[in-house]
Antibody, heavy 121, light 108 residues
Framework: EVQLVQSGAEVKKPGESLRISCKGS????????INWVRQMPGKGLEWMGR????????KYSPSFQGHVTISADESISTAYLQWSSLKASDTAMYYC??????????????WGQGTLVTVSS | EIVLTQSPGTLSLSPGERATLSCRAS???????LAWYQQKPGQAPRLLIY???SRATGIPDRFSGSGSGTDFTLTISRLEPGDFAVYYC?????????FGQGTKVEIK
């Protein structure tokens, strides 16, 4: 069974750093891009960026470029999203989702359960 | 950046009725790379349709997608109780990939 399992909820203060994770199982992790999607409270979905774990090629949405860093460790089938200095406006649910680009192109067919990040003083 | 505009914002229907959701793009969507997702409260989104009209694995055939260029439609032929949710369209043909603002399908 394909699964993306994300790390648990986080409560942080403004200015703190944070890294959340997304671990894939049940499939070849290197064969799918991992994407990160933000959902602010009561709002819609926003694509943040993606990584190809096979070569660590990364693409960011201009809205998030410079504010977050996406990375992956293929040896443990895990992707990461990190912040160096959180703001209150980073409070949101963050989802990872895989994207098939080898063979049939299928977007976001499996999602993690989400990681709730709360930033408050 | 391609802006996706979904309409209506809210659709009030009864079980058994037909739902028609619209997604209009500010520019032509490359290769019909348009997807639809369903999201229920407290859950991650679920892929329903990709490539404008292909159903994802396990999606019942009462869900169908159509359209090309800038105009796309998701149709739910007969609403079941579990179909009341928020639906998002997404284009993945041109970076940055973008989502519509969502259409809420609620019980009338």
């Amino acid at each position: 069974e394909v699964q993306l399992v994300q790390s648990g909820a986080e409560v942080k203060k403004p200015g703190e750093s944070l890294r959340i994770s997304c671990k894939g199982s049940g499939y070849n992790f290197n064969s799918y891009w991992i994407n990160w999607v933000r959902q602010m409270p009561g709002k819609g979905l926003e694509w943040m960026g993606r990584i190809d774990p096979s070569d660590s090629d990364i693409k960011y949405s201009p809205s998030f470029q410079g504010h977050v860093t996406i990375s992956a460790d293929e040896s443990i089938s895990t992707a990461y999203l990190q912040w160096s200095s959180l703001k209150a406006s980073d409070t949101a649910m963050y989802y990872c989702a895989r994207f098939s680009v080898r063979g049939v192109i299928i977007p976001f067919d499996n999602w993690g359960q989400g990681t709730l990040v709360t930033v408050s003083s | 950046e391609i802006v996706l505009t979904q309409s209506p914002g809210t659709l009030s229907l009864s079980p058994g009725e037909r739902a028609t959701l619209s997604c209009r793009a500010s520019q032509s969507v490359s290769s019909s790379y348009l997807a639809w997702y369903q999201q229920k409260p407290g859950q991650a989104p679920r892929l329903l349709i990709y490539g404008a009209s292909s159903r994802a694995t396990g999606i019942p055939d009462r869900f169908s997608g159509s359209g090309s260029g800038t105009d796309f439609t998701l149709t739910i032929s007969r609403l079941e109780p579990g179909d009341f949710a928020v639906y998002y369209c997404q284009q993945y043909g041109s970076s940055p990939w973008t989502f519509g603002q969502g259409t809420k399908v609620e019980i009338k």
